[in-house]
């Protein structure tokens, strides 16, 4: 077992911030972590999670186009590529990250996004993959795809959750799960803490969405994958319970979301 016992579902790993010590800091992770699931912004991204995935035993990929990412898809074969892509690697083990992002008013129109989620949603379907789901001031929108627009078995993760809890609810009812990462540790943000509190056993993950969304006490610095570590401490405080118990049940929950991960133990 690895030091911190614990899979960081979400991570960024290709990102430029990591390019002047990578090898170092993936030695460490080899130690810290039990798996660390990098994700695909757009094709170039996917790929690189995808050599990553290849190259080194803790890391698996998830591949497709952030909602940011979108005005870079040129025609539609975009959604045979990211198929060619987990066809061709075992460690591909989601379509992610994916989703709707109204933050940014550069981004592609709702219509847009919309259409481009359902197609790889369609394409997770279909390779009897998960979704990992960024929403961004998007919840209502997002809400209403997942009730309605989706197969009622495709399974999904809403990373780095940020809606209400009523919506959490909701979620939680089809059987989705949630992701918590830095952002749950920060003292403002007694929301996400009150669904941290209440998320059913069995759907709860930790994440980073490294380098960004670093959790306190280290907020300001590089965000990596092992500090899942203070994410786990806190979520444990939050549930009034352990951080061995913690990291056991998460990471049970994400080798049961993405099954394609060929774990030891
Ligand atoms: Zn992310």
Redesign the pocket.
């Known amino acids: 077992m690895s030091r911190l016992g614990i899979i960081d579902t979400?991570a960024?790993l290709d990102d430029n911030r990591f390019d002047s010590d990578r090898a170092a800091v993936m030695a460490r992770l080899a130690n810290d972590m039990e798996a660390v699931i990098t994700?695909g912004t757009n094709y170039e991204s996917s790929l690189a999670s995808v050599k990553m995935a290849e190259q080194y035993d803790f890391v698996y990929a998830a591949v497709g186009w952030h909602p940011e990412d979108l005005a870079g898809i040129k025609d539609e074969s975009y959604i045979a590529e990211l198929e060619k892509l987990v066809r061709g690697h075992e460690k591909v083990v989601a379509i992610g990250?994916i989703g709707l992002d109204y933050y940014w008013k550069e981004n592609e129109p709702k219509e847009v996004q919309l259409l481009r989620l359902k197609q790889q949603c369609d394409l997770a379907y279909s390779l009897d993959l998960p979704v990992v789901i960024?929403d961004r001031e998007a919840h209502g929108d997002c809400l209403a795809f997942f009730q309605n627009e989706v197969p009622k078995n495709l399974k999904a993760v809403f990373?780095c959750y940020s809606g209400s809890l009523e919506m959490a609810k909701e979620l939680w009812k089809c059987s989705y799960y949630l992701g918590f990462g830095g952002s749950s540790t920060y003292k403002n943000n007694k929301k996400v803490r009150e669904v941290l509190a209440a998320c059913p056993e069995e759907l709860f993950l930790l994440e980073t969405?490294c380098p960004y969304l670093t959790p306190e006490p280290y907020r300001g610095r590089r965000n990596d994958p092992s500090m899942t570590e203070f994410i786990a401490q806190n979520a444990a405080l939050v549930r009034g319970t352990t951080f061995a118990h913690i990291a056991e049940q998460t990471t049970k929950n994400a080798k049961v979301l993405f099954d394609k991960m060929k774990l030891n133990a």
């Open positions: 979400h960024h994700q990250e960024h990373h969405d």
